[in-house]
């Protein structure tokens, strides 16, 4: 209410000044006093304000770099984020200097210049050399631009990563961040979104969740069979179930495709670290991020760290970088004791999507393996509440067997 009133006395204002102009104008008509063009007095009083205007923009630019310059970012904790962060000064410089050229030129030549009738025009058409200046000047600081600002996207993303990479999965889907550590192989277990199920929230694919995972979609296949049996013929509910019924046919054959994954690769996942709401990254350590997605497009931001990436279904996005920065030294040099890193969802993806935000923790490399022992590995958390110790893990007879019964 208040900003509709706000909005209404804002456009009776500019009304009532437009009102006031006619008036103006239309009784100045009347007397007959004033002309078209103005007085020299009159030109004279522009070009000062010119001056004053000039004065009055710069001190509110300054004021404002002044006051609100440090509100950009936050400290860069990673190692390429200072060189974006140099990068990003280095378009600033060159803007405020051409801005600062430009403008004084402008009000000042519009003061100096002011209209005197016994000096004519000097009439300046062209000049090559002022051509040539103006287009490779500016092609040059564009060229360093890209340059620069291509190999820092390469170093990220395309550049080999180190063979001790921690190796990180971040897997959104509306509207929350799951974490995947590749764990002590350095590799993630194979995965695919047809796996995904209540307790394998990734669909990682190992002996164990495959055969959970056929049996599952066997029983609900049953379950839709026996429906189908039970409606009437040439009903709405007999098209429904048969259509269900053949898809869970083609979920299946795909899943069962999945045994020919070689055993190796079905035990990939097996040490997989599965963590929610928090992840935890070693300073001074590459980190290795792949990004997949489960539904809609998401974007994986974390400011601090100076990386976004697009996450996209159906397809592995990536990039590394080196945290610089533990959260404890950030909490000091920030004064805040409260102080955390943020993973946010930076693609606007759905009504709750200001809601999907994880908290990273960087901490020294011997915490990081410290915490990599406590957690549990995925086979781990995989293992039957009343089944003590780690997941007995099946033989690929097993799960053959099983598939082709
Ligand atoms: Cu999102």
Known sequence: MTTFLIILSIALAVLAVGQLMRVFEASAKLKGGTS????????????????????????????LVAKYGDK?????????GVHLDNLLDFNFAIITVVFAITHVFLFY??????FNKDRKAYYYTHSNKLELLWTTVPAIFL????IWGLSEWIGITMDETPKDAVVIELYPKQFDWTARYAGSDSTLGASNYMMISGTNPLGVITDQTLMARISELEAEKAEFQAELDAAPLGGVKEEEMTEKI??????????????????ANRSLGNDDIIVKSEFVIPRGRE???????????????????????NCVPGMVTEFHFKPTITTDEMREKTQNAEFDYILLCNKICGAAHYNMQMNIKVVEEEEFNKWMQEQKTFAESMAPADEEGTAEVTTEDNVISMIEY
Do not use: C
């Open 36 to 63: 078209e063009v103005p007085t020299d007095a009159e030109n004279r009083y522009q070009a000062k304000m010119m001056l004053v205007f000039l004065l009055g923009y710069f001190s509110f630019f300054i004021w």
């Open 72 to 80: 950009l970012l936050p400290e860069s904790a990673s190692e390429h």
């Open 109 to 114: 030549f519009a003061f100096k210049y002011v």
């Open 143 to 146: 060229a360093v631009i890209v």
């Open 246 to 263: 053949e898809k869970w046919d083609r979920i299946l054959e795909k899943v069962r495709s999945f045994k020919d994954l070689d055993l």
């Open 287 to 309: 980190v290795a991020f792949k990004f997949r997605s489960r539904d809609v497009i998401h974007s994986a931001y974390m400011p601090h760290f100076r990386a976004q990436m």
